[in-house]
């Protein structure tokens, strides 16, 4: 059986780092994008389209009022919406199948509920999502702090709704994963370091 | 600065075991129980009737409708609650800045957050705990279940309680700890061994 570890991580947590670096440190193989690239090569969907559908809100990708959204969408929405959630499921169990591996996001600590992966929640405190955020930008000083807030807040909002539509569990919440880890104060490397001893 | 490891656990979760071997391990003192001693050794109560007030949820300790309360406690009850928790801020202070250390329990995260500690929070699913519970009876077949069950739920609600009312924070939300351990299915020994090379 493979090594497979899932991590959720709340927008700014540095949780994508923290996959990469596991992944690379571990020389386990690493998926994050390289999921919906593969959901949209099965569907013959693009990766605009695929993409948009994985980080929507439940409610808007099965609207009560269907007549408008479908009018967007087109005729085919619904079709597509569980074409990809079925790909998502298929590409991520593939995925564990055939290496050890580190996979970021897209509810894969529930869909792989049977290959028992390790499932890792990666979460820091809002002053620390924010600094980090500003970091990944050329002119921090030009952000607006307080829009930043709110849309770290509302990616996550997202994140939630998406987990809990697609497996029934609230996600975030500690008994859906084997450890949780807080970035508040740390350097990234410094906390793959621990988890990467528990795989050697 | 001395290393300092706070303990937060559920009822059930094997975080005592955890916090005792950790510090077995890496050769640090080891405080629980020894916090209830103390406290009574310098209020001059006796250890039971600290146990009592450490354990015991808020609106018990200030009732509201003071006079039956008071009068089943005694007149120094309120005055004898709040040396206990003076006291208890003073004793893990102390035992904090003495030498490297684990505490379990008792809000030491709170109390100690100007020192810096690294804050552990462990926790299980039910029947783990369960399992946890009946493995340290002589008859396990002879325990109701059902019962036991309501025990937990009631003891994780009490110390839920107490710290929230001590510390104003939620006990056991993620953000209050710098790592939280899922110890459902496994053996506390496994997750010592990783946490221990954070400190070595």
Known sequence: MNNVITIGREF???GREFGRLLA????????????ITEIAKKTSLSETYVKQIVEQTPHSLFPITTGNAFAYYGNNHLYN???????QTN???EMA????CVIVGRCADY????????????YAD???KIERCLKKVDEPES???KKLKRQIKNIDKNRARYYSFYTGKKWGDKLNYDICINTSDIEISEAVSVIEKLFE
């Open 12 to 14: 700014g947590s540095g």
């Open 24 to 35: 690379e440190k571990l020389g386990y193989e690493y998926y994050d994008k390289e999921i």
């Open 81 to 87: 919406v569980q074409s990809i959630f079925r790909e």
């Open 91 to 93: 590409v991520i169990t």
């Open 97 to 100: 199948k055939k290496s050890d």
């Open 111 to 122: 869909i792989l509920e049977d290959l028992n992966p390790f499932k890792i929640f990666i």
């Open 126 to 128: 809002e002053k620390s």
């Open 143 to 145: 952000v607006n702090v």
